[in-house]
């Protein structure tokens, strides 16, 4: 997929505030990969790295394996939460014993969001789904 330098500095930054989340006990960085809108795509990407593609490496060049995996979406990702997770990892670790309510809030209030983000893509709410929720 081709996109533009800002698009992968998004994606960079996407990509840092899941490894901030996953700092944080109890809270995923897959949270933040859905309500920013890439974990489909981030799912994808991953399943696509497989022994078929190992054994594509022998047939085909670097590059072709590379673009089918999506590598440059999964790079960008993974320095972001690597970046996170190294140089945010003491100052989390400070703000959680600090200010635990602020901090909390904060990510219990993402969690509330993904509810919502994912309620509205249900269509038609019945009693089962509405069960399952609980």
């Not at 330098?5 to 960079?12: F, I, N």
């Not at 089918?68 to 999964?74: E, Q, R, T, V």
Request: hydrophobic share 50%; glycine share 8%; net charge positive.
């Amino acid at each position: 997929m081709n996109r533009s330098k800002s698009e992968y500095l998004k994606l960079l930054l996407k990509g840092m505030a899941m490894g901030a989340a996953d700092i944080v006990p109890g809270v995923s960085g897959g949270t933040i990969a859905f309500i920013t809108g890439i974990y489909e795509e981030l799912l994808k990407s991953i399943s696509s790295i497989n022994f078929k593609i190992f054994s594509l490496l022998k047939d085909e060049n670097i590059k072709s394996v590379w673009h089918k995996i999506n590598g440059n979406f999964l790079a960008c990702i993974f320095f972001g939460i690597l970046f996170s997770v190294f140089s945010l990892s003491k100052t989390i670790t400070f703000l959680i014993t600090s200010y635990p309510v602020l901090v909390w809030s904060f990510f219990f209030g993402l969690i509330l969001a993904s509810s919502f983000i994912i309620g509205r893509t249900i269509r038609s709410w019945n009693f089962q789904k509405v069960i399952s929720l609980i």
